[in-house]
T-cell receptor, first 109, second 115 residues
Framework: KNEVEQSPQNLTAQEGEFITINCSYS?????LHWLQQHPGGGIVSLFM???GKKKHGRLIATINIQEKHSSLHITASHPRDSAVYIC???????????FGKGTHLIIQP | DTAVSQTPKYLVTQMGNDKSIKCEQN?????MYWYKQDSKKFLKIMFS???????INETVPNRFSPKSPDKAHLNLHINSLELGDSAVYFC??????????????FGPGTRLTVT
């Protein structure tokens, strides 16, 4: 069974700062997912990665398959980025996701 | 147009009752899932279905019974509700099967409170 560890668990930063959230997993995977959940809200998929790097607006996700590690970066952070960011891994197909415990991010104005 | 919808959004019920949560996706996906988010916000897979066939059944009490009448629907029926069943239940869907991974699309969640 895959173990997914995220760090930090909580992160408070000032608007404009560069944010990094890390994720490591224990067993080889088909893909890694980064998800976002706003307070009281639903879950939105930000990225799905199996190798390399992806960028969407101010968000960048990278993965190192050999080291079983991924990072989510937010550039020029904004208060609206405040949310829980969740790393999840899947074995492919109809396998469900195995989740990390999430990183609670607060961006202060 | 809502991609993955769930009803109801909130469900408050007493211990011992039986309740159902419905999920529908209009994305044409082959695979649907139920996830449970506990009071500490930790998410865990419960079930997955591919083309109406049960693929994954994690260590979930058999009081929980998923039913997939067709590819677009996956309902969750819970018998004899217990206090520990209180949680947010998320339905999700994705394309395909085999060994390829696809992005998952989540419903808005159903907050179940058992009193």
């Amino acid at each position: 069974k895959n173990e997914v560890e995220q760090s930090p668990q909580n992160l408070t930063a000032q608007e404009g700062e560069f944010i990094t959230i890390n994720c490591s997993y224990s067993v080889g995977i088909s893909a890694l997912h980064w998800l976002q959940q706003h307070p009281g809200g639903g879950i939105v998929s930000l990225f799905m990665l199996s190798s390399g790097k992806k960028k969407h607006g101010r968000l960048i996700a990278t993965i190192n398959i050999q080291e079983k590690h991924s990072s989510l970066h937010i550039t020029a952070s904004h208060p609206r980025d405040s949310a829980v960011y969740i790393c999840a891994v899947g074995g492919g197909g109809a396998d469900g996701l195995t989740f990390g415990k999430g990183t609670h991010l607060i961006i202060q104005p | 147009d809502t991609a993955v919808s769930q009803t109801p959004k909130y469900l408050v019920t007493q211990m011992g009752n039986d309740k159902s949560i419905k999920c529908e996706q209009n994305l044409g996906h082959d695979t649907m899932y139920w996830y449970k988010q506990d009071s500490k916000k930790f998410l865990k897979i419960m079930f997955s279905y591919n083309n109406k066939e049960l693929i994954i059944n994690e260590t979930v009490p058999n009081r929980f019974s998923p039913k997939s009448p067709d590819k677009a629907h996956l309902n969750l029926h819970i018998n004899s509700l217990e206090l520990g069943d209180s949680a947010v239940y998320f339905c999700a869907s994705s394309q395909g099967s085999g060994t390829v991974s696809y992005e998952q699309y989540f419903g808005p969640g159903t907050r179940l409170t058992v009193t």
